[in-house]
């Protein structure tokens, strides 16, 4: 059971605008710590797409979006691409006893 | 350019204990903290353990404190975590990582399979 909420899957169609959600609680998210977002393609590393809530690191095409509020965090993916079909996760900090970095559970997404 | 490079894994029988080595460079390695992430096999990312800069402060995921230790060498830019008492379910790609500016890093991990 992960201290951060994902769905377990999305998909869409070429070009199309996905989300992904990642919900977390008032001692993460919501005590306003920065959310990550990575992506992981099949035995590789998990590669970061988003730091500091909305902030990509050079060579991350701006069709990668991040953004916070409240106790959430969403990403989003405009003009979808094949390539882009992989697991996605959330990363944020916990001032329980939870571990100083917690995770989401990871999100699978299909490009149809 | 910030690079980390994890050494170590491999084949260990339960019971057994393995030392995972984090090779760090492009960055002043003893001014940051330092943690350990890991990966079961299709499953999702988990944090293990952390260590302050300097190595006087350390923490552990309920599910590996009192058999995994964490430590780092600053005059050689080396993060280790020492791994005891290994059971099958830690089997897994094991992640070192740090935050730098904002920012987070990480290797390319190294696999550690616990079976007999």
Redesign the interface.
């Given at each position: 059971q992960?201290v951060l909420t994902q769905p377990p899957s999305v998909s869409g169609a070429p070009g199309q605008r996905v989300t992904i959600s990642c919900t977390g609680s008032s001692s993460n998210i919501g005590a306003g710590y920065?959310v990550?977002w990575?992506q992981q393609l099949p035995g590789t590393?998990?590669k970061?797409l988003i730091?500091?809530n909305s902030?990509r690191?050079s060579g991350v095409p701006d069709r990668f979006s991040g953004s916070k509020s409240g106790t959430s965090a969403s990403l989003a993916i405009t003009g979808l691409q094949a390539e882009d079909e992989a697991d996605y996760?959330c990363?944020s900090y916990d001032s329980s006893l939870s571990?100083?970095?917690?995770?989401?559970?990871?999100t699978k997404l299909t490009v149809l | 350019e910030v690079q980390l490079v994890e050494s170590g894994g491999g084949l260990v029988q339960p019971g057994g204990s393995l030392r995972l080595s984090c090779a760090a460079s492009g960055f002043t390695f003893s001014s940051y903290w330092m943690?350990w992430?890991r990966q079961a096999p299709g499953k999702?990312?988990?944090?293990v353990s952390?260590i302050n800069s300097d190595g006087s402060s350390t923490?552990y995921?309920d599910s590996v404190k009192g058999r995994f230790t964490i430590s780092r060498d600053n005059a050689k830019n080396t993060l280790y975590l020492q791994m005891n008492s290994l059971r099958a379910e830690d089997t897994a790609?094991y992640?070192c990582a740090t935050r730098i500016a904002?920012?987070?890093?990480?290797?390319?991990?190294t696999l550690v399979t616990v079976s007999s």
């Open positions: 992960s920065d990550h990575y590393a998990p970061l730091y500091g902030n690191p996760y990363q571990g100083p970095w917690v995770f989401g559970g990871g | 943690h992430v999702g990312l988990v944090w952390r923490s995921a790609v992640y904002a920012r987070l890093y990480w290797g390319q991990g």
